[in-house]
């Protein structure tokens, strides 16, 4: 009965709607605030000129040649995108991903495409094997299985290969152990100490990625991806994950992918004062895009209420293929 009485006395002097009864106000008292400076557009590089090729599995998305991605860039960065992350998807493939750091592959192409137009752009780029091999692991594969230390070195190669093609960043993809501390020496050793790690410290064996592998051509040829990449089921997992590439040399860490591991991102947010990236993946941006196109979401409305999520849950970057429209949005008012 007592605290009856007291939840009765607090009201009518206690209404929350009172801070949401107008645009201003709520947007007076909003907590947290999205910007286009927060948003990273991935891009699929591919050989050739004038190439703009839809992505079936991606409404929206395109595979770009180096000249045609290098215009998205500017555009996007003139809608207020301050990044692209570029991944590389090359015609031929071999056993060792020797495309992977080959000075003129297409990832590199790209890479100088971008900052030949746009100087400047912040270009983070995809380091990973799987769109390289002709397995479509992330790492090379010795008898049957894809061996962590010997892949080392040319995932090593691979971001020096694009650090020298003018990167501002690099990001391993590859869940291999060590990785980013074999990169780190790598870069420094060639003069490369200003590029940065993005390390996708917490990257899951998740579902999600059907879209993207459609997209870069990496589905793996046997078996699958759970021997190196994280189990669902774990989230204090991910926090040892990100201690290690932090104490390896990361600048950055990301969790992907984001809305599915909103926890996760809050608790590697909660343990380190570096950036937290998000992935905001295929699978999770081609759930609204497809939704959209029945008429059964809002785009504007799902994509911001979801990144918004992912900014609240304490990531600092979000990676996400709504970068360009969600940097138009913000800019005409988030309501």
Not at 43 to 50: C, I, T, Y
């Amino acid at each position: 009965m007592e605290e009856l009485t007291q939840t009765t006395a607090a009201f009518p002097r206690a209404r929350p709607r009172r801070l949401r009864a107008s645009a201003a106000v709520r947007a007076m008292v909003r907590e947290t605030r999205l910007s286009p400076d927060q948003l990273v557009l991935p891009l699929f590089a591919v050989p050739g000129q004038g190439v703009q090729e839809p992505i079936a599995a991606m409404p929206g998305q395109f595979h770009l040649s180096p000249d045609r991605l290098a215009d998205t860039a500017a555009r996007v960065h003139a809608a207020g995108v301050p990044a692209v992350l570029l991944f590389g998807v090359p015609e031929e493939k071999d056993e060792a991903a020797s495309g992977a750091h080959d000075p003129s592959g297409i990832a590199q192409r790209a890479i100088a495409a971008v900052k030949d137009r746009v100087p400047e752009m912040v270009v983070i780029t995809d380091v990973c094997l799987c769109a390289y091999t002709d397995h479509g692991h992330c790492g090379l594969v010795v008898d049957g299985r894809v061996h962590n230390d010997l892949s080392l070195e040319v995932l090593a190669r691979t971001a020096v290969s694009h650090a020298d093609a003018g990167a501002d960043v690099v990001a391993p993809s590859d869940m291999m152990d060590g990785r980013v501390g074999a990169i780190r020496a790598a870069l420094d050793a060639e003069g490369h100490e200003d590029v940065a790690i993005m390390s996708y410290a917490a990257k899951y064996a998740s579902a999600f990625y059907g879209p993207f592998r459609e997209a870069a051509h990496s589905a793996p040829g046997f078996g699958d991806r759970r021997g190196y990449q994280m189990d669902p089921a774990n989230a204090r997992e991910a926090l040892r994950e990100v201690r290690l590439d932090i104490a390896e040399g990361a600048d950055m860490v990301m969790v992907k992918p984001a809305a599915a591991y909103l926890d996760v991102i809050t608790r590697v947010r909660a343990i380190t004062d570096l950036p937290v990236a998000a992935y905001h993946v295929s699978g999770e941006y081609a759930a609204i895009a497809a939704a959209v196109e029945r008429g059964w979401l809002d785009e504007r409305e799902a994509a911001l209420e979801v990144l918004t999520a992912i900014h609240r849950a304490g990531a600092d970057i979000l990676i996400t293929y709504f970068a360009e429209p969600a940097a138009r949005w913000l800019q005409e008012g988030a309501r």
